[in-house]
């Protein structure tokens, strides 16, 4: 497979796994729903359907993984995306510390939504009622990713700073830096994967199902506003 074929056919990918997506979501949307309407709730059911989102998020990097080892940076470049979500991107994705800014973001908002019944000692088992263990251990998860994210932002900025090479090396020269590069970006994917299900594991049902359903909101949020951006752009050219 040519390397102008690989990203076309992750750019098809791309397409049809967010499409995927909004499937899964919909099924765990109604699950979520189901739990809050039960008397008794229904955990198993959202487990279910958060497990089903994680192993598209799984399908994605594998796949991802197989496109970058065929044109990295073709991976690097992302012409699938948005200008506004390329902008963005940290090592050819997301940046994994994002989760953590989106998971407080998603508490403080619940907590003061839902203070009154808090203060009264109702437990509503969702992501304003973390509890102090949780808080800790998502903290500890943070401080683990962001060593791992400034290392491999490090690396990447020591790859830039030999750039000459790539111009002024050999042929085998120029193959063991695209070599690297891969390596780097694949280190970068394993950590986004690790980092967003570190953060579900250590969530009950419910706020799993919070929690992926605010980041894939905040996903498709992004690519909309980008492609709509990139559109009026386009007109006033």
């Not at 995306?81 to 510390?97: I, K, M, N, Y």
Request: glycine share 4%.
């Amino acid at each position: 497979m040519s390397q102008e074929t690989a990203i076309t056919s992750f750019k098809k990918f791309q397409q049809s796994w967010i499409e995927q997506l909004q499937l899964h979501l919909n099924h765990l949307r109604s699950a979520q729903n189901h739990h809050r309407n039960s008397v008794e709730g229904d955990e198993d059911r959202l487990r279910e359907a958060a497990e089903r989102v994680m192993e598209h998020c799984r399908e994605y990097h594998r796949v991802q993984w197989t496109t970058t080892e065929k044109d990295v940076i073709g991976v690097m470049a992302a012409p699938w995306l948005s200008a506004l979500e390329r902008s963005l991107h940290w090592v050819g994705g997301w940046r994994p510390t994002t989760l953590f800014h989106l998971i407080y973001t998603e508490s403080s908002i619940l907590f003061e939504s839902r203070i009154v019944d808090i203060l009264r000692g109702f437990r509503t088992g969702d992501l304003s009622d973390l509890s102090p263990s949780q808080f800790r251990k998502v903290s500890e998860l943070q401080c683990e990713t962001v060593k791992e994210e400034n290392a491999i932002t490090e690396e990447l900025s020591e790859w830039q700073d030999d750039a000459s090479e790539l111009v002024m090396g050999t042929m085998t020269d120029r193959d063991q830096r695209i070599r690297r590069l891969t390596e780097i970006v694949h280190r970068a994917d394993d950590l986004r994967l690790r980092t967003v299900t570190g953060v579900v594991e250590l969530l009950r049902p419910l706020q799993q199902a919070e929690f992926l359903i605010a980041a894939a909101e905040l996903r498709t949020g992004v690519s909309g506003w980008g492609t709509s951006h990139d559109r009026r752009r386009t007109s006033d050219i």
